[in-house]
């Protein structure tokens, strides 16, 4: 039965990411003597980063010597505690020599484009007496030959381990044990191999597993986390790795001071900022592209998930992995600007509005629902429903700028008693059988950047174009920090920066009603000023 299989917990390090290392002093060093009783190997006390202040309640310390300030009443026992610094962030002159600090190794993470930089940093730290670990961040965007080159960089300086990091959790069962195979038969025999991953796929425990079942001489050093605690997805647990070496391997790892950490210590984490898997890390790693360019789209709240998959398809190789804020705000502004024929649209419209006295503009703010028991129509009215259809009012129209709502709305759930005509921006794809007119959504995108595809904007912009002078709008609500912001829960999206969203809103509406009169009939956030 194999004993060259170690645990690395990186709790304090990875699970910094998400309360900003801010465990507090005590916690910090409890977890550290919990983890050292319970025979983990290897402990990781934090980031060594420069750019942050010195401060004893974090887990991220700007030079060795606040790191040991921070770790000066533990006593150092079984584990190997280490550093990790992202090569550019902390200098060599910040690291004191190995044998004046805490800490005994330092892990160096950096991607391909750095390795002739990161190197010559990484012989440094060796030099200064630390054992120290390479680690191969973004695994995947390494081609074979590539990889092949790197190792034999590494096998001359001859760093204690060097890592296969799965940044983006893209890897499974058998991509991992390809990306074993061809460093193991390549790495020299006496370099430690080790692996890090996420959880994305739900994947990280059973790549964890595939890792430190593979056949090697060497030592084999498994990354873990507390509960899986770490940014986005999360980690493989050290309460399930330490479980299963046990039972599997022969260890003896005290599982009792682990569920200490995680009653006492990390489960009030979780309860205040989750972590574990979650759609837009699923998306960025089937997409297997930077988490950043799902989140951007999501945040847009105007894609159906469909349509942002679309997008993420069309990026780039070489921009997959290294994201590019310029590339996705291009590409969602031109998926959005398909250009069609509105001209019918534009004369049904027209024909709507001939003859009316009032328009009014309905959202599914709350005040809707106080509203639509008072108010009864009256052929002089002319009501558009927006982004939702009303159940107790018939529409003369329904106006969709989102496809989120669009498919809400087509699934039954706004689709209100009664067929409405329904007029899609182009952005939208109507789905087959379903009757609708567009219109043009470049056309109406409003210039600021920030509020650009805000629905009210864009059906206001329209009105305008149709010679609209007055508008009254009934459950435009904005958004509140608390309670609920639409009338019925299903129509709820994800939460937004609310103050500065609001904000935002009235700014455009005040410009926008130099164009056209704008009545709030319901309580709303938004100010329109004079």
Known sequence: MRKNIQILDCTLRDGGYVNDWAFGHNVITSIYRRLDTAGVEYIEVGFLDERRPEDLNRSIFPNTAALDRVYAGVEKKQAIPVAMIDFGTCSIDNIAPASESFIDGIRVIFKKEKIAQALPFCRAIKDKGYKLFIQAISITAYTDAEMLEYVEQINEIKPFAFSIVDTYGLLNNKTMARYFYLIDNNLDKDISIGYHEHNNFQLGFSNTLKFIGKDSDRLLVADSTVYGMGKSAGNCPTELLAMQLNAEYGKNYNLSEILEIIDTNVMPIYMKHFWGYKLDFYISAMQACHPNYVQFLLQKKTLSISSINDILSSIPT???????????????????????????????????????????????????????????????????????????????????????????????TDRGKNKQPVVLTSNISPIAGEPCMLLNYASLVYPDERCKDNSLLLILRCLVSLGVKSVELVGFDGFRQSGPNYFEEGLSFNNLNIIDYNNIISRALTQMSKEIEIHFVTSTQYVISK
């Open 318 to 412: 070489d921009k997959k992995l290294l994201y590019d804020k310029f590339w996705i705000e291009n590409a969602y502004t031109q998926y959005q600007s398909n250009e069609i024929n509105d001209y019918a649209t534009v004369r049904f419209f027209e024909k709507m509005l001939v003859g009316k006295k009032r328009i009014m503009l309905i959202g599914p703010g709350t005040s809707y629902h106080g509203y639509v028991k008072m108010y009864k129509k009256s052929n002089d009215d002319a009501v558009i429903g927006v982004n939702f259809a009303p159940k107790d009012i018939m529409c003369d129209a329904v106006f969709i700028s989102n496809a989120k709502r669009y498919t809400q709305f087509v699934d039954g």
